[in-house]
């Protein structure tokens, strides 16, 4: 069925383009942080697996709610690793376990990438595809997961 919410056809395609490629970014993200809750060890092991699992719970949500956002557009939400790892823009390290500390960098790094596509997410939404709608769930989604109140390592490990 055709959806008909004042969005001409061609920037409901981009929206969801631009949630395809949020999408793939939190999967990605949160397989890093699966990755690292399985394999952190050392003096703050305790602290950090909480974190990992708080956070991968969280991003767990989000990924579904991205996905049911791109249904409510009318699209398809994708699916399969290789079409996560043809979208994001998180950089995977394929077998590197990191320390602690670089285990807590590469996961500040991967916001902060995170968010600087947020926002050029964010004002395409709105000022090009006139999707207000789209626009406010990438913001709630940036101010709500990916803002940096979210993760503080300098908590866990000094």
Not at 35 to 56: D, I, R
Not at 119 to 132: L, P, Q
Request: a negative charge; glycine letters at 4%; one cysteine or more.
């Amino acid at each position: 069925m055709k959806i008909k919410i004042g969005i001409t056809d061609a920037h409901l395609k981009s929206s969801n383009s631009i949630l395809s490629s949020v999408l793939a970014n939190e999967m990605t993200f949160y397989i890093k942080l699966r990755k690292f809750h399985w394999n952190v060890s050392g003096p703050s092991f305790m602290e950090l697996h909480k974190l990992f699992e708080a956070q991968y719970t969280q991003v767990e949500v989000s990924i579904d709610e991205t996905a049911e956002r791109i249904s409510k557009l009318g699209g398809k939400a994708i699916g399969t690793m290789k079409e996560f790892s043809e979208l994001t823009v998180i950089k995977e390290s394929p077998n590197k376990y990191p320390e602690q500390k670089e285990m807590l960098k590469e996961l500040v790094e991967d916001h902060e990438t995170i968010i600087v596509q947020l926002r050029k997410d964010i004002d395409t939404c709105d000022e090009e595809n006139k999707d207000a709608g789209t626009a406010d769930f990438l913001t709630a989604l940036m101010k709500g997961l990916f803002y940096p109140h979210f993760f503080r390592p300098q908590l866990v490990v000094s």
